[in-house]
């Protein structure tokens, strides 16, 4: 008895390791629970043991010191709405003109030709080399932020969400045909139904790549943001308010992927088997 017991854990176990086998809810929330803990523990022990200079890598205390001191007298809370607004702002402004045009794009051999050697040409170039033009163009006002975060995100939608629905069965066109369904028909019935699963996972990834922006868009004269912070203390040697604001725009970014993804299980469960 004892035995047979033994036998069907040790399967289980096993099971985990299969590729794309799903766990239990339970399990995953504390393998991911566990690793950030993992890195706290290695962490406090390089710190508190002083195997490193504070100068290089504060304690985790100093970072709560600095947290607290920058909520309390800093106003951090006013950076951080401010890099949120210019992170949404510009993310959106990229959606609302790229979601129609990668569309476009992944449907219609014509729009591809025409469009997508140049976005694909523009998009391998560094969204920091554009700042100066930026600058020269727009100044280094807030649109001149919102134009970092929309370039540094445009580009890369506009292909992802083109490969996305170019990947639609063409079965399911062909069917769409036999039953009367027009050209643009097709797009609303077929094509948008079948590809809006994978183009909000598309969305989810490339807002976390506009999270990695902020910094490059709050770099040239910004009065506000959490990448001012951490400027404004690299210039001072404040490492642990440098450490605590990259912390910072990690969570925030996090938080989004988190919501992003429970939205996308949500409205679309049939693509995910629940």
Not at 54 to 73: H, W
Not at 183 to 203: D, H, W
Not at 212 to 235: D, F, K, M, W
């Amino acid at each position: 008895m004892y035995q047979e017991q033994n036998k069907k854990e040790t399967k289980r176990r096993i099971s985990w390791l299969q590729p794309q086998k799903a766990i239990s809810k339970k399990l995953y929330l504390s393998l991911s629970i566990s690793s950030f803990i993992l890195i706290l523990l290695v962490w406090s022990g390089i710190t508190y043991t002083h195997l490193v200079d504070p100068l290089f890598l504060p304690t985790p205390t100093d970072i709560i010191n600095s947290a607290v001191t920058l909520f309390t007298e800093l106003g951090f809370a006013t950076d951080i709405l401010a890099t949120i607004s210019r992170v949404f702002v510009g993310f959106l402004l990229a959606l609302i003109i790229g979601l129609p045009l990668g569309v476009l794009i992944g449907t219609f051999k014509v729009v591809e030709a025409f469009f997508e050697p140049v976005i694909s040409f523009v998009r391998y170039m560094p969204v920091s080399a554009f700042i100066p033009l930026f600058i020269l163009w727009i100044g280094v006002e807030e649109p001149e932020k919102l134009a970092v975060i929309f370039v540094g995100s445009f580009f890369s939608l506009v292909l992802m969400i083109a490969v996305e629905v170019g990947n639609v069965r063409k079965e399911l066109l062909e069917a769409a045909y036999t039953l009367g369904s027009t050209n643009f028909g097709i797009i609303k019935s077929v094509i948008l139904p079948a590809a809006m699963p994978g183009i909000m996972e598309i969305t989810r990834l490339v807002l976390g790549w506009a999270w990695t922006y902020i910094i490059v868009a709050e770099l040239i004269a910004a009065p506000s943001g959490i990448g001012h912070v951490i400027i404004e203390s690299q210039r001072m040697i404040r490492t642990s308010n440098i450490i605590f604001g990259i912390i910072v725009i990690g969570i925030l970014g996090l938080i989004c992927d988190v919501v992003l993804k429970i939205v996308t299980r949500k409205l679309f469960s049939w693509n995910y088997g629940r």
